[in-house]
Structure formats: structure tokens, C-alpha cells
């Protein structure tokens, strides 16, 4: 199987990618893992790298939409993670529950509380931080956006809006394999993995190292 990070720009660093890749293999080092970059500088060396195409130039979130291109250079079963994860227990323990026929993504449960406003950051139930699918499915996906580029970019603020909205069909992982940090302080199970959904990288290993120190 392919697990995949995707890396553009200078919000995140190598280092951050390292750091996520060392949490992954402690549970499964026979997968192969890529980064799709603009810049592969001090990325770990058994992480194989996919330059992200110079053209069309797009930024944050939007390169992840590439690796639905038919040219991506990769073949079966893939696994995306986004960098702002951390890993707090076994995320690939799920996969033989996963149709890897479909495009499978988080479901935020919690953004189901009304207390949320549901006309601005939620106004759709998943996030695209984790993902699975295989290989050149879903190329649709793609290349609606690729024809419709500076309409969608108007259009959406991030890939999950285009995906329920634009009506791709999708599956979610169970609820008790994400934890928001940002929004659910008390939870009654043990995720897979913590999203930050935005929160400083230094804080978030920084409470990383000393849960883990705790635990020890």
C-alpha cells in the first residue's frame, strides 16, 4: 500500500514530515511512503518523493486534488494523512473494514453539535485529512477541477466543500477513529489518530512528546 504526505510551499517543513513519517512506521514500516512536493530538502531518505508539477500553480490544500490525476505516478491501494495529524494509536488497524473501491475520508462527527455555525467552517461534515482510495479512481474529481479551475477556487475554501458539494460519492471512517483537538476536550474512546485542524505545529508536538512522556 502507498501512504502518502503532501508537502507545498513553507507552512510546513521537512522535519514535520519526518516526524509524521517516524510515528506511521512504528505501526507499519513494509508500506511504501511518498511525499508529493515542491521541495524534497531534508525529507527523510526512505521516503520516496513525486514532484508536484509546476503547472497549474496551486496552493495549500488544492495539490491534494492532483493526486486524482490520471498521471499520478502511483498504482493500487493509497492512504493520505495530512501533516497536521498526530498518530495516537494503530491508524491502519481500520483498513480491512475500508472499500478501497471508494473514496473514503474523515467523518467530523462532532461538527454535528448545533452549538456550531453551520454557515461558515461547518457546513460540511468531513475533513480531507485522512484519506484511501486506489489509484486512478476518481479522476473525475480532478479533472472537473482542472477545467474549472478559477471558477472553483472562487467557488470553495478547501477540497472538502468541493467534494459534497460538487456530489462525489464518498465513505467516512467510524467515529471513533478521529479526535478533533480543537473541538472535543472529553471523548469516551481511543482514536486512531488527533487532527489539529490548523494548530500551530510546535504546540501540537510539543503535547505530543509530553502525553507520551506521561505514558511512559
Known amino acids: 500500500m502507498n501512504v502518502i504526505f503532501v508537502k507545498w510551499g513553507t507552512k510546513y517543513s521537512s522535519e514535520d514530515i519526518?516526524?509524521?513519517y517516524n510515528n506511521l512506521i512504528e505501526y507499519d514500516s513494509t508500506y511504501s511512503y511518498h511525499c508529493y512536493t515542491d521541495d524534497p530538502t531534508n525529507l527523510n531518505k526512505n521516503i520516496n518523493i513525486i514532484d508536484i508539477p509546476a503547472y497549474p500553480i496551486l496552493k495549500k490544500w488544492w495539490n491534494k486534488l492532483r493526486m486524482f490525476a490520471q498521471e499520478f505516478p502511483l498504482e493500487g491501494k493509497?492512504?493520505?494523512?495530512?501533516?497536521?495529524?498526530?498518530?495516537?494509536?494503530n491508524p491502519f488497524k481500520v483498513l480491512d473494514q475500508i472499500d478501497f473501491n471508494k473514496l473514503t475520508i474523515l467523518d467530523c462527527h462532532w461538527k454535528s453539535d448545533p452549538i456550531y455555525d453551520r454557515?461558515?467552517?461547518y457546513d460540511v461534515r468531513i475533513a480531507s485529512g485522512v484519506i484511501t482510495?486506489?489509484?486512478?479512481?476518481?479522476?473525475e474529481?480532478?479533472?472537473?477541477?482542472?477545467?474549472?479551475k478559477d471558477y472553483f477556487l472562487?467557488?470553495?475554501?478547501?477540497?472538502?466543500?468541493?467534494?459534497?458539494?460538487?456530489?462525489?460519492d464518498y465513505g467516512t471512517f467510524p467515529d471513533t477513529?478521529?479526535?478533533?483537538?480543537?473541538?472535543?476536550?472529553?471523548?469516551?474512546?481511543?482514536?486512531?489518530?488527533?487532527t489539529y485542524e490548523e494548530v500551530e505545529?510546535?504546540?501540537?508536538?510539543?503535547?505530543?512528546?509530553?502525553?507520551?512522556?506521561n505514558n511512559k
Not at 201 to 213: A, D, I, Q, S
Open 133 to 139: 482510495w486506489t489509484a486512478g479512481n476518481h479522476t
Open 154 to 168: 472562487r467557488k470553495y475554501k478547501g477540497i472538502d466543500r468541493y467534494i459534497v458539494h460538487e456530489n462525489y
Open 18 to 20: 519526518n516526524a509524521l
Open 141 to 148: 474529481m480532478w479533472e472537473s477541477f482542472f477545467a474549472n
Open 119 to 121: 454557515t461558515t467552517n
Open 78 to 89: 493509497c492512504m493520505f494523512f495530512d501533516i497536521d495529524t498526530v498518530v495516537m494509536n
Open 177 to 194: 477513529y478521529v479526535q478533533s483537538f480543537k473541538h472535543q476536550k472529553e471523548i469516551d474512546y481511543e482514536p486512531a489518530i488527533i
Open 201 to 213: 505545529l510546535t504546540v501540537r508536538f510539543l503535547l505530543y512528546c509530553f502525553e507520551n512522556l
